[in-house]
């Protein structure tokens, strides 16, 4: 695998046991959620890397801090969420276990952007929202309802008018 980004174990030349703290450059890139476009924007310019040497391979650990912006996922106006992310991995393959290889490492070789991309999407919140409080759509007229007052912000009862064929029926 020749990453973009990548760290050869080979050269940290560690011996079982032995383990060793680097600051790394990583460029996670863009994420998809929902055919909505999220950007990351690291808090530093590095992020922490942890390797340490085991018996059958390497125990790895990422760190770091980002900003995940896009549109929030109720209203759709621009959001700013901030994101810690600390991923762990093993890569074992001396073991000969498939469940304790990596799919970052290659041939000794971890690919840094393509494990901080996926270890970012994992550690995003549920909803990427504009505020804690955001209220969303109206669902009859798409109005911001941040922004709609309340008592000015009315629809008659009758429901969606789409689905006045189902209301019709009878399911006795």
């Keep these: 695998m020749a990453a973009y980004n990548s760290i050869d174990l080979n050269r940290l030349a ?3 046991g032995e383990g060793r703290r680097l600051d790394v450059e990583i460029r996670p890139g863009e994420l998809s959620l929902g055919g909505q476009s999220y950007t990351f924007a690291l808090d530093g310019p590095t992020a922490r890397l942890d390797v340490s040497r085991t018996a059958t391979g390497h125990a790895l650990r990422l760190a770091f ?3 995940v912006d896009g549109p929030c996922t109720r209203c759709l106006t621009g959001a700013s969420v901030p ?12 073991t000969g276990d498939e469940e304790l290889r990596s799919p970052y490492v290659e041939d000794e070789i971890i690919d840094l952007d393509s494990w901080a991309h996926d270890a970012l999407a994992l550690a995003l919140p549920s909803k990427l929202l504009c505020r804690e409080d955001c209220a969303g759509l109206c669902p009859v007229c798409g109005e911001s309802l941040n922004d709609a007052d ?3 912000h ?8 789409r689905w006045a064929a189902l209301r019709e029926l009878k399911l006795d």
């Design 65 to 67: 801090s980002a900003s």
């Design 83 to 94: 994101v810690e992310v600390e991923a762990r991995e093993v890569d074992q393959p001396r």
């Design 14 to 16: 560690l011996s079982s």
């Design 150 to 152: 309340p008592e000015a």
């Design 154 to 161: 009315r629809h008659d009862s009758g429901g969606d008018p």
